[in-house]
């Protein structure tokens, strides 16, 4: 493993529960100057280039799917009035002279020289792509690994502290090969080759640093999914995060963020199933329609559902909770008459997180986190809707008086809180609490 990446947990998720393609060959052979050539004849599974120089057939697909524009010519070339050998001979291109393809057909690209349209042979071109940009002081780095943050731009020195996957910070220096930056209040030295420059336009990628509380963040401006299958996109119009969130799924908006990326219409930054994202706002109600009756549903008849895609009758709103949590409908009952205990106790409803969690949020976990912090997709009890969170703030921490007392009380409920969780395990966490009830 590399000194300086290494395995962590990113702050953006709730824990647990452009280069052408181009193959053009080169002709092993010294030609002279005044020498160009033609198309490559056929000869088994060769070709016989002018001379007798064999080399390999570049498909004209290659060309056509290319990313990159310009190409730089390995020969001298004739350019022709057609994608063919037959077609008259406009000028010779000489060696060495890079080029802008216009279009591409059967093995031949368009291009213009000296003046002048034509074809030329794509057996004697290569892609030409531009350098990669160089990171520089202010711009946007998203790691591709863990990394440690150095005081010094070395590999020796100090380590401050350990800088997620996938976060992105502002650059504010660069030295041999190393990017200053600041994490949660730490400045140092990260290996600048793990960083990948985000672009900083409306509606980007964004990453926030601070240290996971709740799901809500502190948020005020509270909507509710309208659609089944709802989609969180790491950017606008960008790679979907989370792809199958269900209706009256609750979202909060984070409009400072979305302000920092660059709004976009039509769209909104927000904080949804421990993590952020935007979503389109015609997806979006101020409501949630969910159902708060329970019905007669059996969690024996739960667990025949395939983890976290759960059917949407199955799942419930949680009727006391502001956020309105959906949860499987089986839990609600119990999880309410614990509800009532613990009200009658403290004066105040429980604060319930997180609950019911889908496939595509338990792979994404999984993927981002690894075993110690997320279950293994298709195993945890969130994925049935039958596992609670509560927020991770001192009073349901180990020490904090909500945690002790539901850790004595709610068995008697249905809920418990299993042992391999408690404080100590590797797999420590007091805010998670799963249903056991019939």
């Known amino acids: 493993m590399q000194d300086e990446h290494r395995r962590t947990h990113s702050w953006g998720i709730k824990r647990r529960g452009a280069a052408w393609v181009l193959g053009a060959?080169?002709?092993v052979s010294t030609l002279a100057p005044a020498q160009?050539?033609?198309?490559?004849?056929?000869?088994?599974?060769?070709?016989?280039?002018?001379?007798g120089i064999t080399s390999t057939l570049v498909p004209s697909s290659k060309v056509q799917s290319a990313k990159a524009k310009s190409v730089k010519t390995t020969a001298n070339l004739n350019l022709r009035s057609k994608p063919s050998t037959v077609g008259k001979k406009l000028v010779v291109i000489p060696k060495g002279t890079t080029l802008v393809v216009s279009s591409t057909k059967s093995g031949w690209s368009q291009l213009r020289y000296a003046g002048k349209n034509g074809w030329a042979s794509n057996t004697y071109l290569r892609a030409v792509t531009a350098a990669p940009k160089s990171l520089m002081r202010g711009d946007l780095g998203k790691t591709s690994a863990a990394?440690?943050?150095r005081t010094k731009p070395n590999t020796t020195s100090k380590s401050l502290a350990t800088v997620p996957k996938h976060g992105i910070y502002t650059v504010k220096g660069i030295s041999r090969g190393y990017a200053q930056i600041t994490r949660?209040?730490?400045t140092g030295w990260v290996q600048s080759k793990y960083l990948k420059i985000v672009a900083k336009k409306?509606?980007?990628?964004?990453?926030?640093d601070k240290k996971y509380t709740t799901n809500r963040a502190g948020l005020t401006d509270r909507y509710w999914t309208k659609v089944s299958g709802e989609d969180l996109y790491e950017s606008v119009k960008g790679k979907i995060r989370v792809g199958d969130i269900p209706r009256n799924s609750v979202v909060y908006r984070d409009k400072k963020s979305e302000k920092t990326a660059g709004s976009v219409k039509g769209w909104v930054f927000v904080r949804t199933q421990g993590m952020t994202g935007w979503m389109k706002t015609s997806q979006l109600?101020?409501?949630s329609r969910a159902s708060t009756n329970p019905g007669k549903h059996r969690a024996k008849t739960l667990k025949a559902q395939p983890n976290g895609k759960i059917q949407e009758k199955m799942l419930v709103a949680i009727g006391w909770d502001k956020e309105k949590t959906l949860i499987a409908a089986p839990a609600l009952r119990d999880l309410t008459r614990l509800n009532t205990a613990f009200k009658k106790k403290f004066g105040r409803n429980m604060d319930i997180d997180l609950a019911y969690r889908t496939r595509a949020t338990q792979d994404y976990y999984w993927g981002e986190l690894g075993p110690y912090i997320a279950a293994r997709p298709g195993t945890s009890n969130h994925g049935w809707g039958t596992a609670i969170d509560t927020p991770e703030t001192y009073n349901y921490s180990f020490r904090g008086k909500y945690y002790k007392w539901l850790k004595t009380h709610s068995k008697k409920f249905n809920w418990v809180h299993r042992k391999n969780l408690e404080e100590g395990s590797p797999y420590a966490e007091a805010w998670h609490f799963e249903y056991v009830g019939k």
């Not at 050539?37 to 016989?48: K, S």
């Open 25 to 27: 060959v080169l002709v």
């Open 36 to 51: 160009a050539m033609e198309a490559p004849r056929p000869v088994g599974n060769a070709v016989l280039a002018p001379g």
């Open 147 to 149: 990394l440690r943050l």
């Open 184 to 186: 949660r209040g730490k």
């Open 202 to 208: 409306p509606g980007r990628e964004i990453y926030s």
């Open 285 to 287: 109600a101020r409501k």
